[in-house]
């Protein structure tokens, strides 16, 4: 660690007292300049955890503190651009950092309380889920369910050594298991140890009095999974796939339930967005990023379960050429907001992410009229996702390119207008020859015509300021 530098303060994040938004972004300002701020949600599309980067706008990295307290441990920063922090995504104050990552390369450490932390060489993108979910166990108490257990009694959290307590009830001939805790109950991530896989579409729980998981007749497969935290949650199994979950308004939809279609998506909502399920309502969850320099991302999920789409829209404006064949894991707009934020009227592209095989397809506004939208081709052949610089690089393109068209589309109506005036003056000029002619004199006629031929250059001028 050195004085030197730039100041980073990992307390800091989008929507805090301290933090600054312009047209560039989120930044503060800190002790030797000023930091940028970009986030996202991790693991994609779950969003059990949320990254912060901060980034020295001009200059190097000094120190890194942590609500006014220097942090130790990290040894010198010579050859790191940025320093991001990751937290629980309920932990809405960011009181308790779980990894510190140095640079954009798997160079992480962990707390070792207190303000000291300790570098994990082990860490990488393979694990990075396992290690978050341990350190969210020890800083957090949010553990890891197992909604395969049926032991009633206790078991270990499968991130730590927690015990979970299970009871074993029924009600109208269906078993359920109730998961519990000692007081209330926190979760950060559910997974079906019988088939080793993460469940899907389930959030994260702080403070619930217990999670009840009901099973079919034979005993084989999870039904029901009720969150008992303040309003009733319900979620049923996604029959397109075994592993994920969709949340649904009431009991009536489950426990069975096809794969869920919805109509038109709006990609002007951002929130308290559902869909007809048919005996209840689908919940849709949007999660919100600033990927940098004035552009944010919003993408729609069911958080990892698949579903279907039949069409979008922006506003009332139906978006048309954009392919939605098969299933979906999400779909996102990316926007440029400037000052706003939260202001979702520049859409400049549109990601879909094909569920299973993580096939990544982008739609761009290729002509000046808003709904007409074509594929916009990257390398590697649909394998290939837009991110970090290479995606505000591609955004900074179409932003200059719907410039562009909007220019072009004010040149056709300055054009039409101009074509007006041309019939006008015509007009002005027949009328003022035959004026001229019936009075004998010529005057009166060329003064018409000069009249008319006199105000077209104004007229002219004060359309072309209009550009």
Known sequence: MTNEGVTIDISYYP???TVKQDGGGYYYESTGGTVLLTDEWYPDPEGTYRKF???PENGKIGNIMHNKNSLSGFGSFADKKSVSVYYWSLDNTCSKPLLIQLGSGNTYYITEGGDGWKNQSDINDTNLRKKLNKQNCQRNQAHVIDLS???NGNYTCLSCQKQIQVYSNSYGGTTYYTSRSSYRLSVNSFRDKDVNSWQLGLPSLNGASGVNVYWNGSGRNPLIVYQQVGNQRYFRKNAGNGTSWIEVSNAGSLPNGQTPTITTLDFSSSSGITYDGGS??????????????????????????????????HNSTP??????QDA???????YYGGNNPTDQSNILLIEVVASGNSKYSYFYRRTKDAD?????????????RLQGKGLTQKLDELKELKVTLEKLDKLTELEAE???????????HNTGTVAGSSVGTGLGGAGLGALAVWKGPALIARLITRL
Request: charged share 15%; no cysteine.
């Open 319 to 324: 978006l048309t050429g954009i392919s939605f």
């Open 418 to 428: 101009l074509s007006q005036l041309k019939e006008k003056l015509n007009e002005s």
């Open 372 to 384: 007409k939208w074509a594929e916009y081709s990257i390398s590697g052949g649909g394998t290939t």
């Open 328 to 334: 979906l894991t999400s779909v996102s707009g990316y």
């Open 15 to 17: 929507g805090g007292q």
């Open 53 to 55: 980067t901060h980034t």
């Open 280 to 313: 209840s309502s689908i919940s849709i969850t949007v999660l919100r990023s600033h990927i940098g320099e004035g552009y944010y991302g919003y993408q729609y999920s069911l958080r990892g379960a698949p579903f279907m789409i039949s069409g979008v829209k």
């Open 149 to 151: 257990n049926k032991s």
